[in-house]
């Protein structure tokens, strides 16, 4: 069965300074890979996704995430974090089935961005 | 930009009550979620439909929950005799089938039982 880990629960970085957040998936075929941002008491939104092609994919608010098959993961990345990327980002792998994909999400990281 | 709505934000019940969730997925999607999260955990799947069924369930969704698409826009998740651990986010979510596509989410209706 599909599973996401995400091994940082709390990431504490200055504001603008580097960001990158971990995940780590198992999947037994070619996944279908996906960051969600949740900020407090909103819903879910999605930063990027990766289904195939260049392994380097950008997403909204300057993030980007690379897919590296042979470490199964897809680490997400942002060169300068601003105060409001303070959220939870969560790493979700999709399992295509029958024509729908159900979603396996990670623990989430809360990311906390200090002045 | 299209969007799901979903009604209520924020519902209050009593431990033994039913409560029904609402959700207007995008209107030319086809395939439709719900996921829950408990307060501090990470979001897990329900249950998936599509063509007026469920095409797969969770261990979660016991018989306690249903689904419905009642009129060609809505739709429900009914839990009949709702518990102190049903309290959560609850998200719904729709897509369009197809490869590359992307499951576009509601803004949760927190459920608090008490």
């Known amino acids: 069965a599909q599973s996401v880990t995400q091994p940082d629960i709390h990431i504490t970085v200055s504001e603008g300074a580097s960001l990158e957040l971990r995940c780590n998936y198992s999947?037994?075929?070619?996944?279908?890979l996906f960051w969600y941002v949740q900020s407090p008491g909103q819903g879910l939104q999605l930063l990027l996704k990766?289904?195939?092609?260049?392994?380097l994919v950008q997403g909204i608010k300057g993030f980007e995430a690379e897919f590296k098959r042979s470490q199964s993961s897809f680490n997400l990345r942002k060169p300068s974090v601003h105060w409001s990327d303070a959220a939870e980002y969560f790493c979700?792998?999709?399992?295509?089935?029958?024509?729908?994909?159900?979603?396996?999400f990670g623990t989430g990281t809360r990311l906390l961005v200090s002045p | 930009e299209p969007e799901v709505t979903q009604t209520p934000s924020h519902q209050v019940t009593q431990m033994g009550q039913e409560v029904i969730l609402r959700c207007v997925p995008i209107?030319?999607?086809?395939?439709f979620y719900w996921y829950r999260q408990i307060l501090g955990q990470k979001v897990e799947f329900l249950v998936s439909?599509?063509?007026?069924?469920?095409?797969?369930k969770s261990e979660i969704f016991d018989d306690q929950f249903s689904v419905e698409r009642p009129d060609g826009s809505n739709f429900t998740l009914k839990i009949r005799s709702t518990k102190l651990e049903d309290s959560a986010m609850y998200f719904c979510?729709?897509?369009?089938?197809?490869?590359?596509?992307?499951?576009?989410f509601g803004q949760g209706t927190r459920l608090t039982v008490v």
């Open positions: 979700a792998v999709g399992a295509l089935a029958t024509g729908f994909q159900k979603l396996v």
């Open positions: 999947y037994g075929a070619t996944p279908y």
């Open positions: 990766y289904f195939s092609g260049d392994t």
């Open positions: 209107s030319n999607h086809l395939y």
């Open positions: 439909f599509y063509n007026n069924e469920i095409s797969e």
């Open positions: 979510a729709s897509e369009t089938p197809g490869q590359g596509v992307e499951a576009f």
